[in-house]
């Protein structure tokens, strides 16, 4: 069989593949397999950097910075995900909706190929935590005072951003609204 033809075979069963799974809905999972890719590349560039930086792997993760990664993870992801003062960042990929919860905004993914996959990534929160989990983890292993120092702020703006919210509700049942 010529390269040809079984480059023709394989990419019609992809397309194949492609609108089977859709069953009739746009998925781009063009899309996902370059952002899988982009992850994997970053994942490994990572990994390569811990290597010849000489930094040996600790035997297992501490629970306390389990405990600070997950914190700062849950306050990057929506930081860069939902924020007002981030939508510049996202705005390329996605379109606005409205204000959704205290300083968080609701927007779309733009729907044209190429900026559909980027705008989902980038406007879900749990979408952008395993991006910002391995950088997190990459940063602890390679830089590991600074990222501590970064994930210990973010874990303090999560827990001030927790005790706004209480006040609010407080405030508002003992006004009656």
Known sequence: MTDSRLARRLHAA?????????????????GY???????AACTVAWTIAVR?????LPERPEPWDVVLTSVATFRLSRL?????????LRAPFTRYVGPQ???????EAQPEQGKHTVGELATCPFCMSVWVASGLTAGRLL???????????LTALAGADALQLAYGALVDKATGD
Request: proline share 9%; charged share 25%; net charge positive.
């Open 143 to 153: 830089w590991p005072r600074a990222t501590r120092t970064a994930m210990g702020t």
């Open 14 to 30: 992809l397309r194949r593949t492609r609108r089977d799974y859709a069953a009739g809905h746009d998925r781009p999972l063009g």
């Open 101 to 107: 919860g205290p300083a968080e905004l609701h927007e």
């Open 52 to 56: 010849r930086s000489g930094r040996p």
């Open 80 to 88: 860069l995900s939902k924020a007002a003062v981030t939508s510049p």
């Open 33 to 39: 397999v370059a952002a899988m890719a982009g992850f």
